[in-house]
């Protein structure tokens, strides 16, 4: 039995005790009720006095997250019972403070009244060109601020906007456009030779272009600059109102094979914004920089969510950028940042400057960062609180470190037993990670420090521990697993081995399937061995991710089916830069005379992945990619070179 439910049980045994004496006028019974309750705790207390210890230790820390998630939960009830959409509440915030700034990008600040008047024109525009509620439009642009007041334009519609990967081309880039079934895409001139490329491929959707920078005409493109000089700027009237229920977005995610899913947004999982608000205690004065890609949770739906859902000014840029992360946190009087793991290991493998301890931050949260450098960082930078959060565009599995535990991914508060928990670490076999179930047919809890998957249960009608899932319905039926705790019960899956420690803390150990995670984007190994095998003269590939000493993630690797070495590494090198992000982009290559397959003929690839690139433990050739263009022969003089971090790639 948990150690909180018997104290409790003990305690509600002596006030009924008690109570009996006092409504009796028994004070002798009374006495010996306190006596047989002491002797009765006596042993409790021996027998679990770490486990008491540690939930005293961190009780301040668990009634502080209990409060604020109470908040946060009030304000997503009120959400739910006003049937309040993003743009509603945004409207409000611009009814009562239009002239407060939404968005610093570069030398102009974007009130809320500025956003709202281009969300407008853009609602305008497209409610002339027919869109309807359930409609989809892509979006392809680099932040600005224009990038968020476009998809709220269309939320006031109830048009979902697909927010495309900005490194996405050819192939990955037509599948997201047609698997979210988009009427149109926007896109800017940045990207006009991406979509020029797959024009031919994607007949009958449209091709809205914006110019910032030039007014260059493109044929077979819709002017969209000339449309919204000529669109109104009023609120648009719409007969079929978006609901609290009704999808907002379309962000892509890798999953675990396979090219990018579609995960669905909707209006009530984009408002659960106020839970990691509360949670992070963000104050009214804040002002926040986020240079993470809005096409990304953390930074489409946090970052942005604050500015346009709790009035909190942020910041944008274009992309991160090293040598001004600092210096903007300065020129804009940033308080709280934002960032992922790979931002802050480039951050401190920067030279030291005197902008690095000159800022006003009080505040870094984001995802991924090294237990290895956390330390390093906060001294170096002189950061006041580092919070981490854990969770997906998807999931309902989302948990944060919110008091700079170093390493941890979240917590669970220890105060509430674990069976009250929404969310789980499961035990899973070590090879095929199902879960492992008992006799009874249920699935089995982790014990303390003992790795497994993380789930999160599911419960409908709950915006914070539903699954929304996504467009494809077989591939939102791969992540749910029934009969957890209960016959009945549901959770989703994340595909990550986690570990909790006594005290709650929580510590990411690995992402299992296929893919893996390299330069702060998720890389579906799936999709680079069909690229790889295009290129390569449909020759047998299979990709995998191996870790590089002093790297965040794993870098990803491929072997390569060549027993008469007849391939083209320029070629494949130059294909490879053409079809793919640089992040997916293979770093090793290992040329072999076979694969080995499953009976189900399935490439195997763990004693691949076990072997990494030690040219002193394989014995087939292998490569590194020098600078995006060439694949070298990795020798041992080069691979002492990669492994002491002297080779930068």
Same mark, same amino acid.
């Given at each position: 039995m948990d150690i909180r439910l018997l104290l409790l049980i003990l305690a509600i045994i002596g006030a009924m005790f008690g109570a009996v004496a006092t409504r009796f006028g028994f004070p002798g019974f009374n006495k010996i009720a306190q006596i047989v309750l002491a002797v009765a705790l006596l042993p409790v207390l021996c027998r679990f006095h770490r486990k008491l210890y540690v939930i005293c230790k961190v009780l301040p820390r668990d009634m502080k997250f209990l409060y604020r998630a109470v908040t946060a939960e009030l304000e997503t009830k009120s959400h739910r019972r006003n049937n309040m959409t993003v743009t509603k509440v945004f409207r409000k915030r611009v009814e009562h403070y239009p002239n407060?700034?939404?968005f610093f990008f570069e030398d102009r600040v974007w009130t809320n009244a500025d956003i709202n008047k281009y969300s407008n024109q853009i609602a305008s525009v497209?409610?002339?060109?027919?869109?309807?509620k359930g409609d989809a439009v892509a979006l392809m642009m680099p932040n600005r601020p224009?990038?968020?007041?476009?998809?709220?334009?269309?939320?006031k519609l109830g048009v979902v906007t697909a927010l495309i990967n900005t490194n996405l081309r050819l192939q990955s880039l037509i599948h997201c456009v047609r698997i979210a079934e988009v009427k149109s895409i926007i896109y800017v001139e940045d990207y006009s030779s991406a979509i020029n490329d797959i024009k031919d491929s994607i007949h009958g959707i449209d091709r809205y272009k914006v110019c910032f920078k030039s007014e260059t005409?493109?044929?077979?493109?819709?002017?969209?600059n000339k449309l919204l000089s000529e669109a109104s700027t009023e609120e648009p009237v719409v007969k079929d109102e978006p609901g609290y229920r009704d999808k907002l977005l379309y962000i892509y995610t890798s999953g675990t094979t396979g090219l990018p899913k579609v995960a669905i947004v909707l209006n009530s999982r984009y408002l659960l914004v106020v839970m990691p608000f509360n949670l992070l205690g963000i104050r009214s004065s804040d002002i926040l920089y986020n240079p993470n890609p809005l096409y990304h949770t953390t930074g489409g739906m946090i970052g942005?969510?604050?500015?346009?859902?709790?009035?909190? *000014?942020?910041?944008?840029? *274009?992309?991160?950028?090293?040598?001004?992360?600092w210096t903007d946190c300065i020129k804009y009087n940033c308080t709280a940042a934002q960032f992922v793991g790979e931002m802050c290991r480039y951050l401190l493998n920067a030279p030291p400057k005197p902008e690095d301890n000159a800022h006003r931050l009080r505040l870094m949260f984001?995802?991924?960062?090294?237990?290895?450098?956390w330390n390093e960082f906060v001294t170096r930078f002189n950061i006041k609180r580092v919070a981490e959060f854990y969770g997906s565009s998807e999931g309902n599995a989302n948990i944060a470190n919110l008091d700079g535990k170093a390493g941890a991914v979240g917590f669970v508060p220890l105060i509430i037993p674990r069976r009250f928990h929404p969310l789980a670490i499961i035990r899973v076999n070590s090879e095929t990670y199902e879960p492992i179930r008992g006799p009874n047919g249920l699935c089995i809890r982790a014990e303390t420090n003992e790795p497994g998957m993380f789930i999160g249960l599911i419960k409908e009608g709950n915006a914070l521990r539903e699954f929304n899932g996504y467009l494809d319905k077989e591939a939102s039926k791969k992540k749910i697993i029934q009969d957890v705790f209960v016959k009945g019960d549901k959770a989703f899956l994340t595909g990550d081995i986690l570990v909790e420690d006594e005290c709650g803390y929580i510590y990411f150990k690995d992402r299992v399937g296929d893919t893996f995670r390299w330069k702060g984007e998720n890389v579906a190994t799936a999709e680079v061995e069909g690229v790889i095998s295009n290129i390569a003269g449909q020759r047998d590939a299979t990709v995998y991710g191996v870790q590089v000493p002093g790297m965040e993630g794993r870098a990803g690797m491929a072997a390569i089916?060549? *027993?008469?070495?007849?391939?083209?590494?320029?070629?494949?090198?130059?294909g490879l830069e053409k079809a793919l992000p640089a992040y997916?982009? *293979?770093?090793?290559?290992?040329?072999?005379?076979?694969?080995?397959?499953?009976?189900?003929?399935?490439?195997k690839k763990v004693n691949l992945q076990k072997e990494g690139f030690d040219p002193s433990k394989v014995q087939d050739k292998m490569y590194f990619l020098s600078g995006n263009k060439e694949y070298v022969e990795i020798t041992p003089e080069l691979y002492k070179e990669i492994i002491s971090g002297t080779r930068k790639f």
């Amino acid at each position: 039995m948990d150690i909180r439910l018997l104290l409790l049980i003990l305690a509600i045994i002596g006030a009924m005790f008690g109570a009996v004496a006092t409504r009796f006028g028994f004070p002798g019974f009374n006495k010996i009720a306190q006596i047989v309750l002491a002797v009765a705790l006596l042993p409790v207390l021996c027998r679990f006095h770490r486990k008491l210890y540690v939930i005293c230790k961190v009780l301040p820390r668990d009634m502080k997250f209990l409060y604020r998630a109470v908040t946060a939960e009030l304000e997503t009830k009120s959400h739910r019972r006003n049937n309040m959409t993003v743009t509603k509440v945004f409207r409000k915030r611009v009814e009562h403070y239009p002239n407060k700034p939404c968005f610093f990008f570069e030398d102009r600040v974007w009130t809320n009244a500025d956003i709202n008047k281009y969300s407008n024109q853009i609602a305008s525009v497209f409610q002339k060109a027919g869109y309807v509620k359930g409609d989809a439009v892509a979006l392809m642009m680099p932040n600005r601020p224009e990038y968020v007041a476009i998809w709220l334009g269309l939320g006031k519609l109830g048009v979902v906007t697909a927010l495309i990967n900005t490194n996405l081309r050819l192939q990955s880039l037509i599948h997201c456009v047609r698997i979210a079934e988009v009427k149109s895409i926007i896109y800017v001139e940045d990207y006009s030779s991406a979509i020029n490329d797959i024009k031919d491929s994607i007949h009958g959707i449209d091709r809205y272009k914006v110019c910032f920078k030039s007014e260059t005409h493109e044929d077979g493109a819709i002017d969209l600059n000339k449309l919204l000089s000529e669109a109104s700027t009023e609120e648009p009237v719409v007969k079929d109102e978006p609901g609290y229920r009704d999808k907002l977005l379309y962000i892509y995610t890798s999953g675990t094979t396979g090219l990018p899913k579609v995960a669905i947004v909707l209006n009530s999982r984009y408002l659960l914004v106020v839970m990691p608000f509360n949670l992070l205690g963000i104050r009214s004065s804040d002002i926040l920089y986020n240079p993470n890609p809005l096409y990304h949770t953390t930074g489409g739906m946090i970052g942005a969510g604050f500015a346009i859902l709790k009035g909190i *000014p942020t910041v944008l840029r *274009p992309k991160f950028s090293v040598s001004a992360y600092w210096t903007d946190c300065i020129k804009y009087n940033c308080t709280a940042a934002q960032f992922v793991g790979e931002m802050c290991r480039y951050l401190l493998n920067a030279p030291p400057k005197p902008e690095d301890n000159a800022h006003r931050l009080r505040l870094m949260f984001g995802n991924g960062m090294r237990p290895q450098i956390w330390n390093e960082f906060v001294t170096r930078f002189n950061i006041k609180r580092v919070a981490e959060f854990y969770g997906s565009s998807e999931g309902n599995a989302n948990i944060a470190n919110l008091d700079g535990k170093a390493g941890a991914v979240g917590f669970v508060p220890l105060i509430i037993p674990r069976r009250f928990h929404p969310l789980a670490i499961i035990r899973v076999n070590s090879e095929t990670y199902e879960p492992i179930r008992g006799p009874n047919g249920l699935c089995i809890r982790a014990e303390t420090n003992e790795p497994g998957m993380f789930i999160g249960l599911i419960k409908e009608g709950n915006a914070l521990r539903e699954f929304n899932g996504y467009l494809d319905k077989e591939a939102s039926k791969k992540k749910i697993i029934q009969d957890v705790f209960v016959k009945g019960d549901k959770a989703f899956l994340t595909g990550d081995i986690l570990v909790e420690d006594e005290c709650g803390y929580i510590y990411f150990k690995d992402r299992v399937g296929d893919t893996f995670r390299w330069k702060g984007e998720n890389v579906a190994t799936a999709e680079v061995e069909g690229v790889i095998s295009n290129i390569a003269g449909q020759r047998d590939a299979t990709v995998y991710g191996v870790q590089v000493p002093g790297m965040e993630g794993r870098a990803g690797m491929a072997a390569i089916v060549d *027993p008469d070495s007849l391939l083209d590494f320029k070629a494949l090198a130059e294909g490879l830069e053409k079809a793919l992000p640089a992040y997916a982009r *293979p770093i090793f290559l290992r040329i072999v005379k076979e694969l080995e397959m499953t009976g189900t003929f399935k490439l195997k690839k763990v004693n691949l992945q076990k072997e990494g690139f030690d040219p002193s433990k394989v014995q087939d050739k292998m490569y590194f990619l020098s600078g995006n263009k060439e694949y070298v022969e990795i020798t041992p003089e080069l691979y002492k070179e990669i492994i002491s971090g002297t080779r930068k790639f």
